[in-house]
């Protein structure tokens, strides 16, 4: 395979996202729609609320009362509205319902005063005059959060919890959504053994298999497939010849086997099976030598095999891709400013290269935030973007939900 000119992330990024489509939209029901990508926009069918409703337990009063003694308005109680009632009810001047929250306001209504700041005697309420002009009404007027009509959802939208309030409170009961991607994942190396087996001197065992199943689950993906497999040209492409025909994957990852080396043979495999290369070169450390093509209309990504390496590409390169499969709108590039925490080390600033680095990011006590590479063994919830000489300000990309809330602080 040739050398394809040096492309950026953002580059290979937009060479194969353009050549993707969404998948086909599937029905399910909203109570497994979590996480999914709506396939289509949708509207409010009701308001919300979807009545006048009452904030506080206390009195519905008519706009004037029966008489007022002195400082104390005096209304006569006809009736109780309860959270759930159905008989209409309506006020006359100089009438109160007691009421409770939740429950629908009648007609003609004022407002509604707390029960606390009331007296009852026998079937009338005593309310101080002062309540009678204050604020606030304890009233939710129909369509005060949401107007029929109104868009809830936009096509494209990866559904959060509060998404699926939105939609069951507004009677929905299923969703279109795009069909989760299928992803198959083959780890090469002739040193590669599975967990369980007798590890001999010179082997060692393969974790890509599952550090990338639950990448992918945590995006939302199937992955239908993990193999191993030696650094054998013929048996690397027969066996991912089986794979596509076996699983039909939506996207192909491989790692290890990239590089210059003599068992360096993924470029070969992904030419013998005919693959449509669009980047093989990045400007970025790790991952200089990546591969990013199409094998028939199935996306590959041909990744390093270090572990470091595999997750750091996967966030950067692989997860737009199965975004765009999942049909789901990304605004931007998703990096934000942070603060370095502490001076890089082993870093090289005389390269043109991006170099990538797992962080730990935090808000500090002033809400600033902060960032500092992981250690061994520390999980990572950033990536930090570093290219030249970084001071004290570096770009991240914030990994996770406990990062969405960091981004949104």
């Known amino acids: 395979m040739k050398k394809i000119a040096f492309f950026s992330l953002a580059e290979a990024c937009a ?25 289509v926009a949708i509207h409010a069918q009701y308001p919300s609320p979807s009545f006048d409703q009452s904030t506080r337990d206390g009195f519905a009063l008519a706009s004037q009362p029966l008489f007022v003694d002195h400082r104390v308005a005096v209304f006569q109680i006809s009736g109780e509205s309860a959270a759930g009632c159905l008989e209409y009810k309506a006020l006359q001047l100089g009438q109160a319902i007691r009421i409770m929250t939740g429950a629908a306001v009648p007609s003609h209504c004022a407002r509604v005063v707390p029960c ?21 009404l304890h009233i939710r007027c129909q369509g005060q959060e ?17 998404h699926l309030l939105w939609l069951a409170e507004n009677g929905t009961q299923d969703i279109a959504v795009h069909r989760q991607p299928r992803v198959a994942v083959l780890c090469t190396g002739s040193e590669l053994i599975k967990a369980g087996a007798v590890l001999q001197h010179g082997q060692k065992i393969s974790g890509n ?38 699983h039909q994957p939506d996207l192909l990852i491989s790692t290890g086997g990239m590089g210059p080396g003599k068992f360096d043979l993924t470029e070969q495999v992904f030419s013998l099976l005919g693959g449509e290369p669009l980047c093989n070169r990045l400007h970025v450390r790790p991952g200089k030598a990546t591969l990013v093509g199409l094998l028939g ?27 765009s499969l999942h049909g789901e709108i990304v605004g931007n590039d998703g990096l934000v400013s942070a603060v370095l925490d502490c001076p890089l080390t082993g870093c090289q600033h ?44 570096v770009h991240v990309r914030l990994l996770g939900s406990e990062s969405t809330a960091l981004r949104h602080n």
Not at 15 to 39: D, F, K, V, Y
Not at 123 to 128: A, G, Y
């Open 15 to 39: 060479a194969l996202t353009a050549r993707l489509a969404p998948l086909a939209p599937e029905q399910i029901p909203l109570s497994n729609a979590l996480g999914r990508i709506s396939a």
């Open 116 to 136: 606390e700041v009331c007296q009852e005697q026998a079937d009338k309420v005593l309310v101080p005059l002062a309540e009678l002009t204050s604020q606030p």
């Open 146 to 162: 949401i107007q029929a009509g109104q868009l809830l959802l936009a096509a494209g939208t990866r559904l959060l919890p509060e």
């Open 209 to 246: 298999g599952i550090l990338l199943a639950a990448l992918l689950q945590a995006e939302n993906c199937l992955c239908v497939c993990t193999a191993l497999v030696e650094d054998n040209a013929e048996r690397s492409a027969a066996l991912m010849q089986q794979i596509i025909q076996q």
């Open 297 to 323: 209309k199935v996306p590959f990504f041909g990744l390093p095999g270090p572990p470091p390496a595999v997750r750091l590409l996967f966030h950067e390169l692989v997860a737009p891709a199965l975004r």
């Open 350 to 393: 005389d390269t043109d290269d991006l170099v990538l680095k797992g962080g730990i990011a935090w808000l500090d006590a002033a809400g600033c935030l902060r960032v500092r590479p992981a250690k061994t063994l520390q999980p990572i919830n950033a990536i930090l973007h570093l290219s030249g000489y970084e001071d004290k300000s």
